[in-house]
């Protein structure tokens, strides 16, 4: 495969990550302007964790995601009694304190004789555990698909579980969530906790493939873009949010066809598409018109 | 020395911020009306700039003529924007809605960029006279002219919606839409003009901060999104009174936290003071009451 | 069953419900009427935890549950109704109803990670059952907002009933039936009391009320005005004024 290619394919599989994360709580019912701030903490611990203290790479995903979730889990503490705009808004804030307290973030140690570690608004560069292990780029897409569809399969093990069911339950119409006996914040919490981590998965990944990652990375624009990929692909299905990136990132950044004027095409595209299917491409009523043809199609092979 | 400095702070705050205030204001009507956040409302504004901008660069249009073509600019845009984003879409899809203005956001800022393709470009200096010595305290021409404006055109604005009839109606379209629609108000219509009218104010404040500055950058769309909702948040987001009030606040403290603490730390400040506010006070400056009704809305059983 | 003790609930200077005082006992068809604006969704919503309460205590087969969490009053025995329809529109028919079967889980104290983590399969008989009650077994994967708006009236009362509850409120469940509609409604709702389950039943279809209410008890500017069986209503002078405007 040319490196073209793999690049782009690992990207789109990186950015899957954040808008997994934005899906999930789009499901919940809440909009988040500031899943990257995990995606920021996943790259930044798993970067110290392999470049300063020597950590194998799957230990320093994991502390990314575990850090990145707990962070999560903390701010919605706070925040997710709000909601709509006012819950928007307060992660947007935490987003962009974050993005700054990496441009202030110092941490500089003599490693091997060279001296590395995040250098404020830089960024951290020379993240070279890919290269240091021999670990091609073929080998590392492969990583991030093997872990996007660990991810995946565990999304689409919840949405089959009554967790995953609550999940939705909540999203749509929290009140009648509570009179049906569900705990509603827990549940946010629970949302909050696993989109931080899965979003924290993808920025280690990102910091490593990379091999660097600055402020720059994970400003407004990611987050925004993360949630208006579910809406493009579609809410019913945790595919959508993937053919939301495939479209754009895949079709339109990559083949170049709309080279300088690819937003003004998909700009207006989006824009349209929304009108006619506001919940996106693969929304729950195509959801449930595939599950219903599907069962069809079985009972009539019977 | 540091009373001085406090003074002086305060005072260039407050004049930053009524540029901050006007773009709250713009962003209070579309949230009061549509209900729903417009992302393009920036963009919107870059538009109209940069029209301005490419007329003073390629035929050397007066400042006059220059803010004429901003205002024009910003409220054929944000016609375009509520076409396309607002009106098609009903209630039960404001995410939706919010995404489309998102897209259009993109879309805006690449056609501007074809426009304008360089990074800063030179716009008309609004008043070139030395700065005004009050006592110790310095006070900039352009910077009087600029609260001047903000506070003429807050006064415009709160007569038009407590003494015209169409602000009677937009009165009406945000406090109940269904009701106003039953009493023979065309929503729509509301809607639209408020639309116009909230870019055209948008417009004026971004003539206003690029006179100022006698340049504009490409990234005048997402400073006036994030400015304007950070004020408009602030001030919790349910009355004139209340964008002017978070406007004025954040200006003043981000002159303080840039004076004593440098511009990575100020606007660090801005975003961790409208975080603690959502978190334990989301009520805001004077939005209370806009915030209980919005939550009893939610909560309609 | 339900015991309401000295309930008030203020609204600023408005007092929607004001020392309200309602025993219901076991295995009744509670009727409560009053004009529109007398606080009976009001009472609902404070029985079911959605307002807060501002005076008084709600008990529940003898148990305090006036400051109870909305969500764990479910799992105490109160399933409910609502009068404008809300289902999961999003989701199916069947989803609609494993959802209120959690209630069942929390309350035989199945732990955390088993309610969560488990699948249909344990609810599936049970939600076979309630579908056929409220004939919408062939619904079963239809989208909830799909549903016709009988159907979908049907498929809330089948929702509160799969939460298994001691109490049932109902919130004007006949709005929007036809007669013939009605009918059914009234018999399924005997139906359930004979089950063994007390219904609150809130309406303003006095026919129907009056027909299959054991009690029935009147609100008036959030008090309570009169309270007996649908005869004693049927001839109380003050009843007649309240709806009437003048003593007939």
Redesign the interface.
């Known amino acids: 495969m040319d490196g073209f290619l793999i690049t782009v394919l690992s990207n789109i599989g990186m950015i899957s990550f954040v808008a997994l994360s934005a899906y999930i709580l789009l499901l919940s019912g809440q909009i988040s302007f500031g899943q990257q701030a995990y995606f920021g903490i996943g790259a930044y611990v798993a970067g110290i964790a392999t470049v300063m203290w020597s950590w194998p790479l799957a230990a320093a995903l994991v502390l990314g995601a575990f850090v990145a979730g707990a962070a999560a889990g903390l701010v919605g503490l706070v925040t997710l009694r709000l909601s709509g705009i006012y819950f928007a808004m307060a992660t947007l804030a935490f987003a962009e304190i974050m993005r700054i307290a990496a441009e202030l973030f110092v941490y500089r140690r003599e490693i091997g004789g060279i001296e590395t570690g995040p250098d404020g608004i830089d960024g951290f560069r020379d993240i070279r555990y890919l290269f240091a292990n021999d670990i091609s780029p073929f080998q590392s897409c492969l990583i991030v698909y093997a872990l996007l569809v660990a991810v995946l399969a565990t999304l689409f093990i919840v949405e089959r579980t009554r967790g995953g069911r609550m999940l939705r339950q909540v999203g749509e119409d929290p009140l009648l969530a509570e009179v049906n006996g569900i705990d509603v914040m827990r549940v946010r919490i629970a949302a909050a906790l696993s989109a931080g981590a899965v979003a924290g998965l993808g920025g280690g990944l990102y910091a490593h493939l990379l091999t660097y990652v600055e402020p720059r990375s994970f400003d407004i624009m990611l987050g925004v873009h993360a949630l208006a990929y579910g809406l493009i692909g579609g809410l019913g299905t945790a595919l959508g949010p993937l053919l939301g990136v495939l479209i754009d990132i895949g079709l339109l950044e990559s083949t170049r066809v709309f080279r300088g004027y690819r937003m003004i095409v998909f700009g207006g595209l989006v824009a349209v598409l929304l009108i006619v299917r506001p919940r996106g491409l693969l929304d729950e009523v195509a959801i449930s018109r595939i599950r219903q043809a599907l069962r069809r199609w079985r009972h009539a092979g019977d | 020395m540091v009373a001085l400095d406090l003074a002086q702070n305060t005072l260039d705050g407050l004049m930053v911020g009524s540029s901050y205030a006007l773009l709250a204001i713009g962003f209070t009507l579309i949230?009061g009306v549509m209900r729903r956040?417009n992302?393009a409302y920036g963009p919107t504004i870059m538009a109209g700039v940069y029209l301005g901008t490419a007329a003073f660069i390629s035929l050397g249009a007066p400042i006059l003529v220059v803010l004429a073509i901003v205002i024009l600019g910003a409220s054929l845009v944000g016609l375009y924007v509520e076409r396309?984003?607002f009106r098609?879409?009903g209630e039960?899809?404001?995410?939706?809605?919010?995404?489309?203005s998102?897209?259009?956001?993109?879309?805006?800022?690449?056609?501007a960029m074809?426009l304008l393709p360089r990074h800063m470009n030179p716009f008309p200096a609004l008043v070139a006279s030395a700065p005004l010595e009050i006592g110790p305290l310095m006070l900039r021409a352009d910077h009087l002219v600029m609260l001047a404006a903000t506070l003429l055109i807050a006064g415009a604005a709160t007569y038009l919606l407590a003494r015209t009839k169409l602000g009677l109606a937009i009165r009406a379209v945000i406090d109940q839409p269904r009701a106003a629609a039953i009493v023979g108000i065309d929503v729509e219509r509301v809607m639209m003009l408020t639309f116009v009218l909230a870019s055209a104010i948008g417009g004026i404040a971004g003539f206003l901060i690029a006179a100022t500055d006698a340049q504009v950058t490409a990234m005048i769309g997402?400073w006036a999104t994030?400015k304007g909702?950070?004020a408009m948040?602030l001030g919790g987001?349910g009355s004139v009174k209340g964008a002017i009030a978070g406007g004025l606040l954040l200006g003043v403290l981000e002159a303080h936290a840039q004076w004593f603490l440098g511009p990575?730390?100020r606007?660090?400040v801005a975003?961790?003071l409208?975080?603690v506010l959502?978190?334990?006070w989301?009520g805001g400056l004077m939005g209370a009451k806009a915030l209980d009704r919005?939550m009893a809305v939610?909560?309609r059983? | 069953m339900l015991e309401l003790q000295g309930l008030s609930k203020h609204f600023g200077g408005v007092r929607a419900v004001d020392s309200l005082d309602l025993r219901i006992t076991p295995g009744q068809i509670f009727g409560l009427i009053g004009p529109n604006g007398s606080g009976k969704s009001t009472t609902v919503n404070l029985i079911t935890g959605l307002l807060p309460v501002t005076r008084g205590s709600i008990k529940l087969a003898g148990e305090e549950i006036t400051n109870l969490p909305t969500h764990v009053r479910l799992s105490t025995g109160i399933a409910r109704t609502f009068q404008n329809i809300r289902l999961f529109g999003q989701l199916t028919v069947w989803q609609n109803l494993w959802v209120a079967e959690n209630a069942r889980a929390q309350r035989e104290r199945a732990s955390f990670l088993s309610r969560w983590l488990g699948g249909e399969r344990g609810a599936r008989t049970r939600i076979t059952r309630a579908l056929e009650f409220s004939g919408l077994a062939d619904k079963a994967d239809e989208l909830a907002a799909n549903l016709a708006f009988g159907e979908q009236r049907r498929l809330e009362l089948a929702r509160a009933m799969a939460a298994e509850p001691k109490l049932l409120l109902l919130d004007e469940p006949a709005a929007g039936m036809n007669p013939e509609e009605i009918g059914a409604l009234d018999d399924r709702i005997r139906q359930i009391r004979d089950s063994g389950i007390t219904v609150l039943l809130i309406e303003h279809h006095m026919e129907l009320i009056m027909a299959i209410a054991d009690r029935i008890a009147v609100l008036n500017f959030g008090q309570k005005i009169a309270e007996g069986t649908p005869a004693e209503i049927q001839s109380n002078p003050a009843v007649r004024e309240a709806y009437l405007g003048t003593a007939a």
């Open positions: 949230f956040l992302l396309l984003c098609p879409f039960g899809a404001r995410t939706a809605s919010m995404v489309a998102f897209a259009l956001w993109m879309q805006i800022e690449e056609a074809h997402m994030t909702l950070v948040m987001l990575q730390v606007d660090m975003w961790g409208l975080f959502l978190a334990f989301p919005t939610g909560r059983v």
